[in-house]
């Protein structure tokens, strides 16, 4: 996958990733370095391959690995992760040599990845992916986390 590991040595990626992993430092809840971000990817493989939807290995770790890449900017100054994602990603798949309709599947993907019922297959992955990749089962701060129960990760799914 040397696409994927391009994004992963990329400036732009370390340097957010470094930056999120500076800020996240004393977060007692979930963190969004570069464990969850491959958990998600493994999931979001597994989902494809049950469903049967072919959708390239390249293309579902390109999705995970980028979908948080704004989170220090929400840190920083309010902007939505998402939003800002999307902004970031664009020059890193285009320099890691993804087609104009991977990115664009890609940044839909990384853009809707709060929304529950994106229609796009990638969507949807990285959505359900995102959500199942918590470990809340064995979370040390389960107890004060903002979740609701329903939505929390009560045993392990894979």
């Not at 992760?81 to 890691?96: F, M, T």
Request: hydrophobic share 40%; aromatic share 6%.
């Amino acid at each position: 996958m040397e696409r994927v590991d391009a994004i992963l040595r990329h400036p732009v990626f370390t340097t957010a990733l470094a930056e999120l992993h500076m800020l996240e430092r004393e977060r007692i809840f979930c963190r969004h370095g570069l464990e969850h971000l491959l958990d998600v990817a493994r999931l979001m493989y597994i989902y494809d391959r049950e469903a049967g939807l072919g959708i390239a290995q390249e293309t579902l770790y390109a999705a995970a690995l980028l979908h948080d890449i704004g989170r220090a900017a929400q840190y920083r100054d309010g902007t939505p992760h998402d939003e800002a994602g999307v902004h970031l990603a664009r020059p890193i798949l285009e320099d890691c040599g993804f087609t104009a309709q991977e990115i664009m599947e890609i940044l839909t993907a990384i853009g809707g990845h709060r929304v529950p019922g994106e229609t796009a297959p990638l969507g949807r992955l990285l959505y359900r992916a995102d959500k199942k990749s918590r470990p809340c089962y064995a979370c040390s701060a389960a107890g004060v986390c903002n979740w609701p129960e329903e939505k929390k990760n009560h045993s392990l799914e894979f």
